[in-house]
């Protein structure tokens, strides 16, 4: 498979349905998913191969870019997901990232939201990321924050407040 990302201790490439576990052990988690518009989605490997097949798979077919696989070096598994996806319904793309709680804290995360902004700017072309935070999710708001993002609106959806942050790239 080939590696998109690569950083000091993570790699990132396409999703795979040999990825099946893996996406059903982070997306089936609740504290993974705790924070997120799709807690609860995946309920079986039947959602999870969806998941892979239906959405990441067909957007990198459609727009080129979608969730990629965050694999952990150390342990040469797939520990979460780090990527972007075209919201069709605000015409914009969107910053994601998530992984298994055992890999929180290390600083895993702001790694791979750091190697993904050039390479969304300069391999895919995209000239500007939001990124959607539950309020109280302090952490991811001050990830977003470390890399540049700027905060520019607050709203209500699904019954979380969430903070909308903008990057220009």
Known sequence: MT???DTERLQMRHFTLADLEAVYAFSSHDEVTRYTGDAGMVRSRDDARRIIEEVWLAEYQR???A???L???GDNRVIGFCGMKYETHIG???IGYRMLPQYWGQGLAKEAVAAL???ARDVLGLKRIIGDVVDINLA???LLQSVGFKQIDQFEDQGFT???FELNL
């Open 71 to 73: 694999v952990h070096k």
């Open 162 to 164: 969430l903070l909308r």
């Open 117 to 119: 902004l050039p390479y």
């Open 63 to 65: 727009y080129g870019y």
């Open 3 to 5: 590696v998109l990302i």
């Open 140 to 142: 991811s708001a001050r």
């Open 92 to 94: 914009a793309t969107d």
């Open 67 to 69: 969730r990629y696989a």
